[in-house]
């Protein structure tokens, strides 16, 4: 009986040990997996992040409006109403696209729209079929610190105006720095001055009307914006077209965000764009935002003229005086009948009136000195009518009288002729 009594003793020790000891394990393995587990979320949840953000960036595309497109990515993305989106865009900021994004949206960079001073210019879709263009920046922003880069994108981005062009996202990574912006489907004012195929020749009106725009955004830019902002390269070429030839300034901000070094520039340490760069940025002189009053007076002379101001290479006029020292010279001579009668050649009574504003402003715009040049509010006032306009003064008198064969000897790539010591 004491045997079966130590036996029964051990048996219920063992059974009460392996008990205890298979909850241990039982707990233990519990903890192990539930570690376990969130350790793996933890890590799923940072991999995603990316493709988190790729996806917040299409809830924003996709409330993007516009018609859909033929793209056949995201089909089924919901569509907001256009209202909808500006509403929204214009409460964000730009949004960041990863560089596989751009690629999608571009189709892997197959329609180049053209190319300028910081990059190339590709034509996309978001998801949704909304047009944008994707600006490629070229390598020189590599050095640019990412916060400084982003700083500057999210001035440009939350500058508002319906005569500039909007910066909808920015992409930022080591291989790809880029800016997204609408897509202009009417191209760039140089399409409609110089050379103009049949359907892209507009009367006289509708060109003031483009410049008009134009004047209107520099105004915003000089005068309205909480932070002045200074184009440094107002061209035709930075004048995009929407539906029915509506105008809105492109690249503004650019200026600060890009280094210009290795650009099509051919003056060391210059700024903008030959023919269009005002006196003070080739020289060693401050520089104000006047230097965008005197570049948007060079778009003023081409409009007239509905030609460039200066041509270079193998098409320059040999035998023609830079066309703005010409119109000079005609209105000193109290005779623009010349200047007008090729600017309003189809328009009635109202173009020729305005030919003759636009000519006294684009003289004014150009003055040597930055403060004899008016301001941009100045400029529209003049333009619609609601300001007198003082006859101009001679702006070419720093420069070397007028010979054809100095502009072309001399390969200035300045302003046209040469440029006597003052
Ligand atoms: N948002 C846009 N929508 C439609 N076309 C555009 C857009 N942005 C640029 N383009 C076109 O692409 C061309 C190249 O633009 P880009 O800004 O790179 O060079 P640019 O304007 O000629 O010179 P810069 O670099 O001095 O501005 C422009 O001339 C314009 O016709
Ligand atoms: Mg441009």
Known sequence: MALDGGILAIVIVATITTGIVSVVIVVGMYKCAKFGVETYLQQRGGGDRDRDRDREAEASITRAGGERGSTDDDDDVEMGSMSYF??????????????????????????????????????????????????????????????????????????????LVRLYGFCFDATVKALVYEHMENGSLDGYL???????????????????????????????????????????????????????VSDFGLARLCDREDTHLTITGARGTPGYAAPELWMPLPVTHKCDVYSYGMLLFETLGRRRNLELGPHARESQEWYPRW???????????????????????????????????????????????????????????????????NPFAHLAPYTSSAIQSSGDTTVGPVVSAR
């Open 327 to 393: 119109v000079w010279h005609q209105s000193e001579a109290g005779d623009t009948d010349a200047v007008v009668a090729r600017a309003a050649a189809t328009g009635g009574k109202r173009d020729r009136e305005m030919a003759e504003r636009v000519c006294k402003v684009a003289l004014w715009c150009v003055q040597y000195r930055p403060e004899d040049r008016p301001s941009m509010g100045s400029v529209v006032r003049m333009l619609e009518g609601e300001e007198q306009i003082a006859a101009p003064r």
């Open 194 to 248: 110089f050379d103009p195929t049949p359907e892209r020749t507009v009367g006289f009106g509708k060109l003031c009307e483009i410049a008009v725009g134009t004047a209107k955004a520099l105004r915003y830019l000089h005068e309205e914006c909480a932070q002045r902002i200074i184009h440094y390269d107002i061209k035709p070429e930075n004048v995009l077209l929407g539906a029915g030839l509506a105008p809105k």
């Open 86 to 163: 500006f509403e929204d865009i214009q409460n964000e900021r730009p949004v960041r696209f990863s560089s596989r994004q751009l690629r999608a949206f571009t189709r892997n960079y197959a329609h180049k729209v053209g190319s300028g001073g910081f990059g190339v210019v590709y034509k996309g879709r978001f998801p949704n079929g909304a047009a944008v263009a994707v600006k490629v920046l070229n390598s020189t922003l590599g050095k640019r610190a990412e916060e400084q880069f982003m700083a500057e994108v999210g001035t440009i981005g939350r500058t508002y105006h319906i005569n």
